[in-house]
């Protein structure tokens, strides 16, 4: 079923309405669907690297607002709707010992998830069941998410296909280790 989801969503960036495509792939994705928008948002740069910026804000925004779609499930409907989702990915037993931290990482949490390949629906539902407050979760949204989206479009826009091997396959890694190192340097500063 994901080599079916990941073969449509690919085939979204050749259509007319690809950035329409876009916007509703990068919303679903914050909350429920398993595709990262980066599938479609790295062939449409390649197309029209004049349009890679506007690109990534279309991606930024959806992904955000989608954002939102998740945190409302986790803070009205988490049993419902957002147990199961979390169940699906394989978070369901690890959702009452995370949730008695969460809170006091929360901004980390949204940041690292929005940043690599964690999944970002995970953190959007725990932010609304656990109670984060909103304005942190969305700030916290935008900065993560504007940086992936807009490092990938930079890198595109300016290397061109030559670096979408690297974009595709240790782009995500980068962004981990980059979290890794802040989280570190902050810990190294806390304890100086």
């Not at 398993?34 to 790295?42: K, R, V």
């Not at 009205?76 to 809170?103: C, D, V, Y």
């Not at 980390?108 to 725990?126: D, E, H, N, R």
């Amino acid at each position: 079923m994901i080599k079916a989801l990941y073969d449509w969503t690919m085939g979204l960036a050749a259509k007319p309405y690809a950035i329409w495509a876009l916007a509703f792939v990068a919303f679903i994705e914050s909350s429920v669907f398993p595709i990262p928008p980066d599938i479609l948002m790295i062939p449409m740069i390649l197309a029209a690297p004049h349009r890679a910026f506007w690109i990534a804000t279309v991606c930024l925004v959806s992904s955000v607002l989608g954002g939102m779609l998740g945190y409302a499930i986790g803070t009205f409907a988490f049993e419902q709707i957002g147990q199961p989702i979390l169940a699906s990915l394989g978070k369901g037993e690890a959702m009452a010992e995370f949730n008695t931290q969460f809170n006091d990482y929360g901004f980390w949490a949204v940041l690292i998830a929005g940043l690599t390949p964690f999944p970002y629906k995970v953190i959007t539902i725990m932010s609304g069941w656990t109670g984060m407050p909103l304005m942190t979760f969305i700030a916290t949204s935008i900065l993560a998410r504007g940086l992936r989206f807009f490092i990938v479009a930079a890198l595109l826009w300016k290397y061109g296909a030559p670096i979408r091997d690297f974009i595709e396959r240790r782009l995500g890694l980068m962004f981990t280790l980059f979290v890794i190192l802040l989280i570190g340097g902050f810990l190294i500063l806390r304890v100086l």
